[in-house]
C-alpha cells in the first residue's frame, strides 16, 4: 500500500488542467490526482464532460436502458437554450454533442429560408 508522500510524488509529474465540458461549454479543472488514476487505469483520453453533465449523461443513459428493459416507451423533454436566438425551450430529445438545438420558431424559419433557397 502506499503511503501519502508516494502518492504526493506520483502526482507531481502531472499539473492541473483546465478543460471545457463539450456539454455546457463551462470550463473545469481536471486535477493532477484524477490525472494520475486515469494513467493508472491506463486510460487514455482525457474528460470531456464537467462532473454535473457526466452525472446527467448517466442518468439519462440508465433511464433509456430502464426504458428499454420494461418496453415503455417515456416522453422525452429536455431543457436547452437556444443556439440561435438563447431562449430558453424544450426538446424532445437529449441532443448530441457539439450540434446546435434551437427553439420552435428559430427551427421553422431556419427551414423555411432552406426551402426558399431550394426553390431558387
Not at 456539454?23 to 482525457?46: M, P, R, V
Amino acid at each position: 500500500m502506499l503511503d501519502r508522500d508516494e502518492i504526493q510524488s506520483g502526482d507531481a509529474e502531472y499539473q492541473d488542467q483546465s478543460i471545457k465540458c463539450v456539454d455546457c461549454n463551462e470550463n473545469f479543472i481536471w486535477t493532477s490526482g484524477e490525472q494520475a488514476f486515469f494513467h493508472d487505469k491506463g486510460l487514455k483520453n482525457e474528460p470531456k464532460r464537467c462532473k454535473p453533465c457526466k452525472q446527467a449523461k448517466n442518468e439519462r443513459l440508465a433511464a433509456i436502458t430502464a426504458a428499454q428493459t420494461s418496453g415503455i416507451r417515456q416522453r422525452v423533454e429536455v431543457s436547452v437554450r437556444c443556439a440561435q436566438c438563447g431562449q430558453q425551450t424544450t426538446v424532445p430529445f437529449y441532443p448530441s454533442q457539439g450540434r446546435p438545438v434551437y427553439c420552435r420558431s428559430c427551427f421553422l424559419a431556419g427551414r423555411s429560408d432552406e426551402a426558399a433557397s431550394a426553390n431558387v
